[in-house]
């Protein structure tokens, strides 16, 4: 006799699984991999290894050892928190930081609220704002790509931070890249940002094996043009053109490869789009008026706290009625 075997839905699948997607977000970091490799040489190769390693290894130490469960390291989310904690590093930064980086990733942001599918901020971000609080000369000295003349010095960002503080009007601080130097890496930077066009080229590669929707990182990237237009059209001298702010410092990497997370980002279009535009909005306010040049990583922690609100708010319709 055969048994009905009753279950939840979903009861069609689609082929999806956390192991396919995080490797279609490795695969389509491998352009930006690439020129990390390029521009800073053996330096991001280590850098990013030891991210990589340390995220992983510490998951499968604490969920082996301390909270006793069936490690979890297979399904490759350790790896892609390894991977962008290391895009949003400087390839100089000392090991022992990159390490501390990682466990507080995985460990505090991660594995304290239960793992994968329970966090409440993206781990990766949340590594890098824990550093970039506890070391910021460290995390602010930033290599140029070995190209380049000099080996330090400031982001695009720092330098037009720096030169509107002084009383300098945009127009006036002549070590500003052009837009074709952003577009190419030819900039100072963390290992992720220095080069737009393999970062574009990976969000490419992910709307065509659909492991994300257009709605978030077109929202971020939409809001933040207009937003900085807004202010760039009310004072040229005293603010950066739109473009020069969607290219510059992690705007494209923060859009496309952080903020897209699946665990802390909202579930709806609606909502996605809500929540894009809160981060690229508060990237602009962050960058022109708060004491960090950059603000990309604030505006996504922040908004990944209000993602909850925003589900509750941006609920589907829902088809049919209980019948009493």
């Known amino acids: 006799m055969e048994k009905l075997t009753i279950s939840p839905s979903p009861h069609v699948h689609s082929g999806d699984s956390v192991r396919r997607n995080m490797l279609g977000v490795c695969l389509a970091l491998v352009p930006a991999l690439v020129a990390a490799l390029w521009f800073f040489g053996v330096d991001a190769l280590v850098v990013i290894l030891t991210s990589i390693a340390a995220c992983v290894g ?15 390291i297979t399904d490759g989310s350790a790896i892609v928190t390894g991977l962008i904690l290391a895009f949003n590093l400087p ?16 460990g505090v942001c991660k594995l304290t609220f239960g793992g994968l ?77 220095v080069m737009a066009l393999c970062l574009i080229a990976g ?3 992910m709307l065509i094996m659909k492991v994300i929707t257009w709605h978030i990182p077109v929202a971020v990237i939409g809001s933040m043009f207009l937003f900085e237009g807004i202010f760039y059209l009310a004072n040229p001298d005293r603010f950066a053109d739109p473009v020069f702010t969607i290219l510059t410092g992690g705007a494209l ?23 894009g535009c809160g981060i690229g909005i508060l990237t602009v306010l962050i960058r022109n008026f708060g004491a960090y040049p950059e603000g990309m990583s604030f505006a996504i922690l922040l ?22």
Do not use: H
Request: glycine share 10%.
């Open 91 to 106: 390839s100089n930064l000392p090991l022992w930081i990159v390490v501390l980086g990682a466990l507080f990733a995985i």
């Open 303 to 324: 908004m990944n706290l209000v993602t909850p609100v925003i589900n509750r708010y941006c609920k589907p319709k829902r088809f049919g009625e209980v019948v009493k």
């Open 117 to 193: 599918g329970q966090n409440i901020v993206n781990p990766a971000i949340g590594g890098r704002v824990f550093l970039l609080m506890s070391f910021p000369a460290q995390m602010t000295s930033w290599p140029k790509p070995s190209v380049v003349d000099a080996y330090t010095g400031a982001t695009p960002l720092g330098l037009l931070k720096e030169g509107v503080k002084s009383g300098k009007s945009v127009s006036e601080i002549i070590d500003l890249p052009s837009t074709s130097d952003l577009l190419l890496g030819f900039c100072g930077g963390s290992l992720g940002e």
């Open 58 to 72: 510490f998951e499968y130490l604490i969920q082996k050892f301390i909270l006793k469960v069936q490690p979890t």
């Open 203 to 205: 969000f490419i590669v």
């Open 253 to 275: 990497l923060g859009a496309i490869f952080m903020a897209t997370d699946y665990v802390t980002s909202p579930m709806t279009p609606l909502g996605m789009i809500i929540y």
